[in-house]
């Protein structure tokens, strides 16, 4: 096993801290809330971009924040 595969397994493994879990259901809220407001205004043909670019937005913000710990 490598390295790399030994580190995920412990991060994995250790118990999530509260700021992990507040995270999480943050970017849940954020992504739930983009793709309503996407459904909202979008047509329906668009409706899929839009949906893939509020998951691109969650996704981009998530990797900021994990950058920033």
Known sequence: MSKL??????YIRRKPSF???MLCSALLL???????????FLDES?????????LGI???VGI???RKK
Do not use: C, E, H, N
């Open 19 to 21: 700021k992990d879990i």
């Open 46 to 54: 668009l409706s899929t971009y839009g949906t893939m670019a509020s």
């Open 30 to 40: 954020l992504a739930i809330t983009l793709m309503q407001l996407s459904a909202k």
């Open 64 to 66: 900021l924040v994990l």
């Open 5 to 10: 595969q030994r580190s995920f397994l412990k």
């Open 58 to 60: 969650v996704i981009l």
